[in-house]
Every structure is written in C-alpha cells, then in structure tokens.
C-alpha cells in the first residue's frame, strides 16, 4: 500500500534541499506540497507537515510509480 503522505525529511532529497528548507518553503506558501499545520491552531507544540506525494511529484516533474 502506497504512503498517503510523506515527511519533509523522506521529501528533501527528491528536491535537492534540506529537510529544514522544505519545512521554510511550506510555512511561506513557496512550496505547495501538502498539509502545514500551525501549532498555535492545533495546539500542539509543534508544527506539522504531510506532503502529499502527488503534489510533490508535480513540482519534480516524475510520476509516484518512478515510470518518467
């Protein structure tokens, strides 16, 4: 069964940055990848984010399956 969504960490070296950068890019709206969730709306301690593998494969350009 295929991950509905991915980590920034399992994310980064798909786009040549680091981890961190992803987590930046999202929290600024450069990056659409997915879901950012604001610890202050949460409540939780801190941020969170689940890139959706479908949208990160848009901006590289491949296909989820590795056939491009």
Do not use: C, T
């Not at 798909?14 to 450069?30: C, D, E, F, H, T």
């Not at 949460?42 to 890139?51: C, L, Q, T």
């Amino acid at each position: 069964m295929e991950k509905k969504y991915m980590s920034p960490e399992e994310a980064a070296p798909m786009l040549g940055i680091s981890p961190a950068k992803v987590r930046q890019y999202m929290r600024n709206g450069v990056l659409d990848l997915g879901l950012v969730v604001d610890p202050k709306k949460s409540g939780e301690k801190n941020w969170r984010f689940k890139i959706y593998p479908a949208k990160l494969y848009k901006v590289i350009g491949g296909d989820p399956d590795g056939s491009n």
